[in-house]
């Protein structure tokens, strides 16, 4: 990303964890309301297949049911959506974890007048282009089970230091995620798990 003084990098990872900070609520708070109008989904569905069985099809009960059913449905149509445009902004944490508490605390042993190499890499670990590798795993109780696993470069960083030395900083992460088909009497249902963004 560039070449700058400890104050310049601390100003602007301060503002970038701030931003990603209220986005990562806002996710939480988004997929926790996916999550509910979900559930509600098909509550509402199940009722209103028993309910229009055992009121022998009254007409009211169907409009009710099916007009409640319609907004569950909407409603979680909508947050999916919301969920979906929040993690195309949501960032990587590592610079947040790592290194902006580590240049905090070695902020006394870096020269004043010394520029800091730093190369971010804020994307989704889990992105098609970091895939290093994909293989079968043995089903287990699973129909098919794929394990893929993924290399990401997170941080580098070159940090001058007082005594003429330089610490060089490294975050790579290997994220993994499955592919679960399990088996079922009728069709198989695929299952995403980790590693996914």
Known sequence: MGKK????????????????AQVDVRL???????????????????????????SNGNIGFVSVAGGVLF???????IYRIKVSRLKRINLDNSFRDTLLPLLQILSEDIPAKGKIVLDLDLGCPAAKGNKISEQKLPPGRNRKLIERVYRFNAVHAAIPLTNDARLILDIVKQPASYDRYYKTPGASTNIRKSGKC
């Open 71 to 77: 907004v569950f449905l909407l409603l979680f149509i």
């Open 5 to 20: 003084k400890l104050r310049e990098w601390l100003g602007f990872l301060q503002v970038l964890s701030r931003f990603d």
């Open 28 to 54: 939480k708070k988004v997929q926790g309301r996916s999550i509910l109008f979900g559930v509600l989904s098909f509550l509402s569905l199940f009722v209103a297949i028993f309910g229009t069985a055992f």
